[in-house]
Nanobody, 124 residues
Framework: EEDVVESGGGSVQPGGSLRLSCTAT????????MAWFRQAPGKEREGVAS???????FYTDSVKGRFTISQGNGGKTAYLDMANLKPEDTGRYYC??????????????????WGQGTQVTVSS
């Protein structure tokens, strides 16, 4: 049974750092990337970062230079290291496993299985 589980959220002050982790347990589904999305209250879900099995990574413009996505455990785990956090980074962060023929920024439409999300709150 396919399962995606996130961990590592929390509350930090502006300028702080957090590391999110995501572990995917897949029996039938074949993925070639993992991605992080976030959704703030009253806003649409947006893609944050994606990483392909090849190691190629993509970021949304607002997090470039501050967030780093990486993978481990043979591609079964994805990490999102977030630094210099801002209040606008607040939201629920979701991890997803995805497959596409062309590597590119995170897109919800190519992702099959999703985690329940982990809350990140940036506030002074």
């Amino acid at each position: 049974e396919e399962d995606v589980v996130e961990s590592g959220g929390g509350s930090v002050q502006p300028g702080g750092s957090l590391r999110l982790s995501c572990t995917a347990t897949l029996t039938y589904y074949t993925k070639n990337s993992m991605a992080w999305f976030r959704q703030a209250p009253g806003k649409e879900r947006e893609g944050v970062a994606s990483i392909y099995d090849s190691g190629k990574a993509f970021y949304t413009d607002s997090v470039k230079g501050r967030f780093t996505i990486s993978q481990g455990n043979g591609g079964k785990t994805a990490y999102l290291d977030m630094a210099n956090l801002k209040p606008e980074d607040t939201g629920r962060y979701y991890c997803a496993v995805c497959w596409s023929m062309l590597a590119g920024p995170p897109r919800a439409g190519i992702c099959k299985y999703w985690g329940q999300g982990t809350q990140v709150t940036v506030s002074s």
